[in-house]
DNA sequence: GGTGATTTTGTCAATGCTGTAGATATTAAG
DNA sequence: CTTAATATCTACAGCATTGACAAAATCACC
């Protein structure tokens, strides 16, 4: 099965689109990922991102109007499927999982 | 900065090379990835992740010698070094930390 | 006790998917 | 028509995956 796996910034990317809710578009999702993990990123990345996540189906995307801010091109707003978020809380219930089957090594043991 | 994040496998893989301890090895890694995630996977694949996770500093491997089983090539060992055991507490602790501070979307609403 | 078949494992080479950056186009307000 | 906010395009590095092949060790037959 080809693409049956989140990538780690897919997966924080679209944790980014569900917590951003109904403000969820490029630059907005950018700037919430730089703010909670300090990663620099590049509008583009977000959007390569968010494309192909919308090509999985776990997001789907809406264009917006006109706002009332400064000037500027019109958003393309991303909204999380329920499959993406099915996705999500399997990825995360899973490694969840995963660690606790380890307690020889995951946080008991050092070098 | 280049390769400063653990990718979905690498993070899997790394887990299971602390989690095998001792007996982390090529065929055993893989098995064991097979075992406790369904997904099927290649000799060679767990080796690329190995070799990467090895330039990255995240563990070293040393060749062990005979042992009484039926044949085959020597094996080769792999050993979590503390910067990968630190890598892996980190990356856990941060993911948890994102979806708990998200409490209004992870797991409390639907769409 | 050699010699080759068999088993177990590692290595190589090639390819597609994911992550990242820079440059450019579009839309709207001033 | 200049400036600001966003999106899109193009290109490339790094991660994931596969298939074919090489190596090392035992087995079994003679």
New binding site residues.
Partial sequence: M??S?L????ELILLTVGALFDEA???AVMDEIEKQTG???????A???LR?LEEKGYVTSRMG??T??????????FTLTAVGKKALDESFAFRNELYKRIPKMAFNFSL
Same sequence: chains 1, 2.
């Fill in positions: 080809k693409g796996y990538g780690e910034l897919e578009y490029g630059v990663r620099s990123m590049n509008v583009s990345a959007h390569a991102v192909r109007g006109a009332n801010e400064r000037g500027g091109r019109r958003k393309r707003y």
